[in-house]
């Protein structure tokens, strides 16, 4: 959530910056702007007529204690006045408030002056791409087909327990499937991140904190019995152990990994480009989350990046990094970096992972703040990325790997798997 402050002092600078983000209501930056002077218009108000019922108040005890009984009762036929006019200028505070709270909300976060223009996804800005694509044979099959051929996955026994987009994983593909979230959660604690196991699970503040309600609420699951919904990614819980919460300057960095299933109901459209693993309503995914002083959170966005590309390097995946433009960023991120892994036998690039800077945009929602060096207390900044989502990485290590033996298994998860071959 932006900072109705850095609004008023900025106007023109965020009305630039929003229509990198293609924001089509920008009128509301006035309207946030004109509550907020009625809000401050309010306020006076408050404090004039709740300073003189305090000065009546003193002066009637004055009185009261020198034997003035009736010029204290004079003064005091008035308080009632003052304490009414108190009680409706509160109740139009709060009005006011909640009015700016729903307008401000609605305000996407400004994206970050590196963020390139643009609309649709082939406006992204490709920063560097990493490793040859792979030569297959030219019976090459699919990993939907490759999948079935050594009854790895079968997506119709999701169909026929749950629904489409809900795959059951069988013998070594469930063994892969536990092998990659074990390497990548070695690797995060390598890189200094400290492993929590979460609620899948979260109530609609939570929700609110990191930036999906109301932005989302159609891609997530709800129990409507107990207003919960399940976690579109570990981003949500992780991000909200530190709701509500003052950290002591020298806590920072903070640095969170987590393995959770993720749910989202928006499959997507139907066609070759969402088949087998390419989407998902139910999958696995491994996150990090870092909390970090401002002024050191585009260095650390770097780096998680770096860790991000590592994993993919360890793992023999070709990639290439995207900056995201303004038009195909989320809601709630300043920059994003999407990595992309090449799938050789469909011919495209898939996006196993989005590493995001959310500024104070998240801290904000979720009042996350900690004391500086001069002891006030600063909005902290917060980051997150996928170090990995499994589906795609699982599609393209299949089809990449596949040989007329079989399918090699890169050698960093051979320790976690067991084995070397899928055949």
Request: aromatic residues 8%; glycine residues 8%.
């Amino acid at each position: 959530m932006l900072q109705v402050s850095y609004i008023r002092d900025n106007r023109e600078q965020v009305l630039e910056r929003l229509a990198v983000k293609n924001f089509k209501q920008p009128e509301l930056i006035d309207e946030v702007i004109g509550l907020d002077d009625k809000r401050r218009q309010t306020q006076t108000l408050l404090d004039n007529v709740s300073s003189q019922s305090n000065a009546a108040a003193k002066q009637i005890g004055e009185l009261m204690r020198n034997g003035k009984k009736e010029e204290a009762e004079a003064i005091k036929a008035n308080t009632g006045k003052w304490k009414e006019e108190g009680k409706q200028l509160g109740e139009q505070l709060s009005a006011i408030g909640q009015e700016l709270q729903n307008k401000i909300v609605l305000l996407p976060n400004l994206p970050h002056s590196s963020v390139p223009k643009g609309i649709t996804p082939e406006e992204n800005e490709v920063v560097l791409e990493h490793g040859g694509i792979p030569e297959l044979p030219a019976n090459a099959l699919p990993h939907w087909e490759l999948a079935t051929k050594y009854n790895l996955i079968d997506f119709e026994l999701g169909v026929k327990i749950t629904g489409a987009g809900f795959p059951v994983y069988k013998g070594k593909g469930a063994k892969l499937q536990r092998a990659l979230i074990a390497f990548f959660l070695d690797e995060a604690e390598k890189a200094g991140y400290d492993e929590v196991m979460l609620p899948l699970m979260v109530n609609e503040a939570s929700g609110f904190g990191t930036g999906q309600l109301p932005d989302k609420e159609g891609q997530m699951y709800f129990v409507g019995q107990d207003n919960l919904y399940l976690i579109p990614t570990a981003e949500v819980p992780i991000t909200n152990l530190y709701r509500d919460v003052i950290l002591k300057g020298d806590e920072l960095p903070i640095r969170n990994t987590g393995y959770t299933p993720c749910f989202r109901r928006e499959a997507g459209s139907y066609g070759a480009h969402v088949r087998g693993l390419n989407r998902l309503h139910q999958f696995d995914k491994v996150e990090l989350v870092q909390v970090v002083h401002p002024d050191t959170s585009y260095d650390v966005l770097e780096q998680m990046s770096l860790h991000v590309q590592s994993l993919l390097q360890k793992l023999g995946l070709p990639y290439r990094v995207l900056r995201l433009c303004g038009g195909d960023m989320s809601f709630t991120a300043a920059l994003t970096y999407d990595m992309e892994t090449w799938s050789a036998a469909q011919g495209r690039w898939l996006e196993v992972s989005s590493v995001s800077n959310f500024e104070t945009f998240q801290s904000n929602r979720l009042k996350l703040r900690f004391r500086n060096a001069e002891g006030k207390t600063q909005l902290a900044h917060t980051l997150n990325g996928s170090a990995l989502a499994l589906p795609r990485i699982v599609a393209t290590l299949l089809e990449n790997n596949q040989t007329e033996k079989g399918i090699k298994i890169p050698e960093v998860l051979v320790p976690y798997t067991k084995f070397e071959w899928i055949d």
